[in-house]
Nanobody, 130 residues
């Protein structure tokens, strides 16, 4: 069983930046790929970025590629996953969720499907004003 806790959301103007963090605890953390999903009001939850269990491979949905950067810190007994978001746009407004999967990341350029995740965080809200 894993526990995921996101932080770092908030209100930002268009063109601004935020960094989201996800603190992960539990067993066998090194086996899990980590992803960031987002869900706008009335929309479906979609995966926007994923990082492999070792951190050696990353991918991004086309909608965020070049603006967002995912990273992870595999410390002893804990993992922290970050999402650096630059050049934010009003359409990036959503609740952002951290997720963990025992499987591999989805393919580059695609949005991840929510069924990919084995565990979820509670979400953190990001609002981008125009």
């Amino acid at each position: 069983q894993l526990q995921l806790v996101e932080s770092g959301g908030g209100l930002v103007q268009a063109g601004g930046s935020l960094r989201l963090s996800c603190a992960v605890s539990g067993l066998n953390l090194d086996y899990y790929a980590m992803g960031w999903f987002r869900q706008a009001p009335g929309g479906r939850r979609e995966g926007i970025s994923c990082i492999s269990s070792t951190g050696g491979s990353t991918n991004y949905a086309d909608s965020v590629n070049g603006r967002f950067t995912i990273s992870r810190d595999n410390a002893k007994n804990t993992v922290t996953v970050f999402l650096r978001m630059n050049g934010l746009k009003p359409e990036d407004t959503a609740t952002y969720y951290c997720a963990a999967s025992i499987g591999e990341c989805w393919a580059q350029g695609y949005s991840g499907n929510a069924v990919w995740a084995d565990y979820w965080g509670q979400g953190t809200r990001v609002t981008v004003s125009s």
